[in-house]
């Protein structure tokens, strides 16, 4: 018996019949750029509950700096955003999935302008194009400076706020995907939920689109913040749904490591800027490295902080912003955020240490945003589409949000013209009864876990320590999985081990270096490992898929 594999259906007892029932056409779980942009889309059809388990503010949405990318300039191509892309992905993208999102970019850009985002404008009074590592040509928006993701969000949850076919529902978490029957392949019917003041509640629905967003909470150290505990996937798992490529975990190099701050990101456009890196005795390391020295790939320069930590016996290494004029300006987010520490770039190094950024892999889907489970669609960081590959492209995930966002909306609404009947109620019963083993100290299991996962499933991995971390997880599972919990705390830890191992057994099972999968035993990637490796519930074990080539047919 797999604990992990083979464990129960749902994560909590329950009757539906007993419970409050709430109907809708379309249940979008996640109110991030993906989930509004699809709830926007499927209101033009019918009735849409839009769930966050905390406030709409609170997504990795509104935290995202950088910025967001979309052939808007004369001179720049889709095609050259795809030829970007793919090179990022090293081998794993689906070109078709890359097209889709690159080729509507533009439109993606002038819509949501067209809705009130504001973007900064360069001398002419247009939205000014920015360059950034990996993009062949300047198509990278931001707003405010480093603030293009609260600008999103904002806009975003505007358009749903002025939406009346859109009720959105704050703090009420999501549980687990209804299904009628525990089979894996049966249709979701909707969500068990509970919201912190009416508590636990059924809501069924035509179409649920899962768009719950990302797993950077698995690591001690994280850019991400705390809602992004990988529910989604882990539900979408309860349900039978195929995850993909789980091993892909981008880092980011330079998040601010201070004991006690969260870990904020400090963007790669302050390297861009001409920021340095230097090590506890305050030299540069970086051109050592790599010919790009402070510039050179994501990965390259979250590693070679990692080696140089471990040469030091610890600790951080610094930024060096010192020589950056106007960093308030251009930076004001940033700005503030450390002057609460009592630092100013302008005089003061920063303490700086990689962290786990963006969930690469993730729920299986075609170009419509569904699953392989009838009545179940997954868009944004949650969800594998292909356009990523084996790593991100930096500031195509906003865009890939707004993108498939779109189109799952459409098929959502879709599912309405064809006059799929309202679903539900649907007797479900879910009778498993709280386990005789000890009970246990929740917050102990999660900061272990995160450790273990900082350590042994991080930037660089290897056999050894990645079977160390399974065996691990597979007995933590055995007497945290059998737990019943009554809040979202004990909830996310059950849904953090269980995707927490399969990262772990992705990680352990692709015996190669490709993207931003690090496995020091194989240098670099190996063809027999250009595939997918997909995880489905009820099997421990990866099975593989080809990887899905152009509509050309041509692999690149
Ligand atoms: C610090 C930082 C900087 C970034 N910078 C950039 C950038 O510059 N450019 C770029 O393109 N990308 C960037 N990214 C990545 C990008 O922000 C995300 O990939 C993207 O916003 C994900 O959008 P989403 O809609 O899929 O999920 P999110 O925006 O994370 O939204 C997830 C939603 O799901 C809800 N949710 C989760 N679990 C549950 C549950 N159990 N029940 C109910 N609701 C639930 C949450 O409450 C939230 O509303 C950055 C990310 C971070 C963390």
């Known amino acids: 018996m797999d604990a992990l594999f083979d464990h129960r259906r749902y994560l909590i007892p329950f009757r539906s019949s007993l419970l409050p029932q709430i109907f809708t056409d379309t249940l979008v779980i996640g109110g991030g750029v993906a989930g509004a942009r699809a709830a926007v889309e499927a209101a033009r059809h ?31 191509t889709p095609e050259a955003h795809l030829g970007d892309t793919l090179v990022a992905g090293a081998g794993l993208c689906d070109e078709d999935a890359v097209r889709l999102i690159v080729e509507n970019g533009g439109a993606a850009l002038r819509e949501l302008m067209a809705w009130g985002a504001s973007f900064d404008a360069g001398a002419d009074g247009r939205p000014a194009a920015g360059l950034e590592g990996g993009h062949s040509a300047a198509r990278i928006y931001h707003s405010g400076g480093d603030a293009t993701g609260a600008e999103i969000q904002r806009c975003v949850s505007a358009m ?7 009720r959105v529902f704050e703090r009420c978490f999501a549980l687990d995907l209804m299904t009628p029957s525990s089979e894996v392949g049966a249709s979701v019917l909707g969500a068990i939920t509970h919201h912190q003041r009416y508590g636990l509640q059924m809501i069924w629905a035509r179409t649920t ?12 150290e994280t ?89 030091q016996g610890g600790g951080h290494v610094w930024l060096d912003c010192r020589g950056l004029s106007g960093f308030a ?68 995930s906003l865009l890939e949000g707004l993108v498939l966002g779109r189109v799952a909306g459409e098929e959502a609404g879709r599912a309405m013209r064809t006059d799929t009947p309202r679903q539900g109620p649907v007797p479900v019963v879910s009778d498993i009864r709280p386990s005789d083993h000890a009970e246990i100290d929740l917050a102990d299991v999660r900061s272990s876990l995160r450790s273990a996962m900082w350590r042994n499933v991080g930037l660089e991995r290897t056999g050894s320590r990645l079977r160390d971390a399974s065996e691990m997880f597979d007995f933590w599972a055995r007497y945290t999985l059998d737990k019943i919990f009554d809040d979202p705390e004990g909830w ?64 690149r």
């Open 46 to 76: 019918g009735e849409v509950i839009v769930l966050a388990k905390g406030e709409l503010s609170a997504s990795n949405t509104a935290w995202a700096q950088g910025g967001i990318a979309g052939v808007m300039e004369e001179g720049d």
């Open 160 to 166: 749903m706020r002025a939406t009346p076919e859109i």
């Open 209 to 220: 689109i899962l768009a719950s967003g990302g797993a950077g909470v698995l690591y001690r």
């Open 223 to 311: 850019s991400n913040p705390r809602v992004a505990t990988a529910d989604g996937l882990a539900m979408a798992s309860r349900a039978g749904a195929t995850l993909a490529d789980m091993a892909f975990v981008q880092f980011h190099p330079t998040a601010l490591y201070l004991p006690g701050a969260s870990r904020a990101l400090i963007s790669e456009a302050v390297r861009g800027e001409g920021a340095l890196l230097l090590d506890a005795a305050g030299r540069r390391f970086m051109p050592e490295i790599h010919p790009m020295a402070e510039l050179a790939p994501r990965d390259v320069v979250s590693q070679a902080i990692m080696r140089q930590i471990a040469k």
């Open 329 to 396: 300006a251009r930076f004001p987010g940033i700005a503030d955020m450390l002057r609460k520490f009592e630092l100013d770039a302008s005089k003061d190094l920063i303490p700086v240490h990689p962290a786990a950024h963006y969930m690469v892999g993730g729920v299986r889907t075609d170009l419509r945003g569904r699953t392989d489970v009838p009545g179940l669609l997954a868009i944004g960081e949650v969800a594998a589409c292909g356009l990523h590959g084996a790593n991100r492209l930096a500031s195509n």
């Open 492 to 555: 996310e830890v059950q849904n953090m081990l269980l995707v927490a191992a399969l990262v772990t057994r992705s990680a352990l099972w692709r015996e190669e270096s490709r993207g931003c999968h690090l496995r020091s035993e194989f240098a670099g990637a190996r063809e027999e490992f250009r595939v997918h490796d997909l995880w489905r519930r009820g099997r421990g074990e990866a099975v593989v898929e080809p990887v899905h080539l152009g509509s050309d047919g041509v692999g």
